[in-house]
């Protein structure tokens, strides 16, 4: 009967260091680029993995001047972003796989009262999406069309 117990305690033991182990693994990090549209130096950070556009700007309150988040993504397809636990009004620019804007929409937090956010779609298929603070592309004049580069 003793070993039957130790090996309850070792199943039990091993299912506790298999839950546990995604905490102690270290957490992705958003990569910081620079990145030029017209005349204007951006600092962005990159998400460019499933996980990293999932939590995108969730929690954040503010971003500093010229900041941003840039999503890159596989391929060109319609994309979809929503406001979920964001608490800031954005503005999304989405770009095609030559890095140039298609559009622009301006997003608005979710309120208190909605039972689900309300979803901001592309018209057209993009393969980067860039969330700056809100009207930030029409206050540099950033017109549909215009490229961005990675800046080394």
Partial sequence: MAWLLRLKQRRALAVLLLLLLPLSL??????????????????VEVADTSRLRQKGLMFRKSLKL???MLFVFEGSL???FWMKNTFMPLSIGFFDKKRRLLEVRQ???ASLV?????????????RYA???????FKKNSIPVGSRFFYVK
């Fill in 114 to 126: 909605q039972k689900s956010p309300s979803l901001f779609r592309s018209k057209k298929p993009a």
């Fill in 107 to 109: 997003m608005r937090p």
């Fill in 78 to 80: 319609i994309r979809t």
């Fill in 66 to 68: 010229n900041h941003g």
């Fill in 130 to 136: 860039l969330e700056m603070t809100l009207g930030w």
């Fill in 26 to 43: 270290p957490a992705e990090v958003f990569l910081k680029k620079k990145i030029k549209i017209k005349n204007k130096v951006l600092t």
